[in-house]
């Protein structure tokens, strides 16, 4: 069975940059279509970036996050740049089919 375990989490000041990361096992990574999502204290779960045959970026973080991934490591990343105080949340892997989440990366930018 497919696991999805993310990593690269933290407190971060306002402008600072990460990089997260989510590890999945199982031999076929490559075919599948996998994205980001978080979700602030008190909001819903938001998308943030999706990427399979084409990659798309939500507009809140566009041109500051960007989604990429290596399938020889079977590893998914989200690279967060410029962050402000409202990107703080818990950010999860998401595999689109056959719908699988991570436990998720807490994600805290402080003024």
């Known amino acids: 069975q497919v696991q999805l375990v993310e990593s690269g989490g933290g407190l971060v000041q306002a402008g600072g940059s990460l990089k997260l990361s989510c590890a999945a096992s199982g031999r076929t990574f490559s075919h599948y279509d996998l994205g980001w999502y978080r979700q602030a204290p008190g909001k819903e779960r938001e998308f943030v970036a999706h990427?399979?045959?084409?990659?798309y970026i939500a507009d809140s973080v566009r041109g500051r996050f960007a989604i990429s991934r290596d399938n020889a490591k079977n590893t998914l990343y989200l690279r967060v740049n410029s962050l402000r105080l409202e990107d703080t949340g818990v950010y999860y892997c998401h595999r689109l089919l056959p719908p699988i989440w991570g436990q998720g990366t807490r994600v805290t930018v402080s003024a």
């Open positions: 990427i399979g045959g084409t990659t």
